[in-house]
């Protein structure tokens, strides 16, 4: 059975968290690279396989621009940014700029791919299917857009499209890092501050705006929790 332990680290600064996320990464790595050199599958057989993690987090305010992104997307200059404490840090995931920050839901799994299937497509489909069946639950209709990224509601409205998840993953020795940010109840004014993935022809939304009233991360964590367990199949451990 696929292992996994979750950690919520409730509200943590950007830089701390990604430094955790590597230090974890590596161990999955690191426990991954001991078994396979084991030198008899007698030996091998002693290994446990890398536990995978669940890592939930709300970041104060902060932009991440992924490796692939386009730094002419922060429409502020770095001084602005500092004026509205708002952190600002390229780094190694796939994908464009993005706003994390208070009322946004960041999920970082940490998954030995090697123990569910060696497909980071899939894999990704995966993270947008645990979102869309947790907007599902709040009676909001979301979903993908073609060649778009990220987790849509309104998705045949065309310009109108919003976007409710942004997605972007790193992966290395088929082990997973970075993740989702699932917008719950974010001020919507500091996506402003950017072209938002890089799409300028589409907007935001958090999930509280298309509910019509406040939901709380609380609310959230389970439900996201729960559907991205019966999608991958992990047995949960402490």
Request: charge should be negative.
């Amino acid at each position: 059975m696929k292992k996994l332990q979750f950690e919520d680290l409730g509200t943590m600064r950007y830089k701390a968290c990604w430094d955790y996320q590597e230090v974890v990464f590596k161990e999955v790595i690191a426990r991954k690279i001991d078994r396979r050199n084991a030198e008899s599958e007698e030996a091998k057989s002693l290994l446990p396989l890398p536990t995978s993690r669940l890592l939930f987090v709300e970041h104060p305010h902060v932009l991440t621009l992924g490796k692939s992104g386009n730094a002419e997307n922060v429409l502020v200059n770095p001084a602005r940014l500092a004026e509205m404490g708002v952190d600002y840090f390229p780094i190694n995931r796939g994908g464009d700029i993005t706003y994390h920050g208070p009322g946004q839901l960041v999920a970082y799994p940490i998954l030995d791919l090697d123990q569910y299937f060696t497909d980071i497509h899939k894999y990704l489909r995966f993270l947008e299917e645990g979102v869309i069946r947790t907007c599902e639950d709040f009676g909001v209709e979301a979903g993908r857009i073609e060649g778009l990224t990220g987790v849509w509601v309104d998705i045949e409205a065309g310009s109108a499209a919003r976007k409710i998840c942004a997605f972007g993953v790193k992966c290395s020795r088929w082990v997973t890092m970075h993740g989702l940010a699932f917008n719950i109840d974010s001020d919507l004014n500091f996506f402003d501050l950017i072209v938002p993935c890089g799409i300028k022809d589409r907007g935001v939304t958090t999930l509280s705006k298309e509910v019509g009233r406040k939901i709380t991360l609380a609310e959230v964590k389970p439900l996201l929790k729960k559907h991205l367990q019966e999608l991958f199949g992990w047995e949960e451990v402490k």
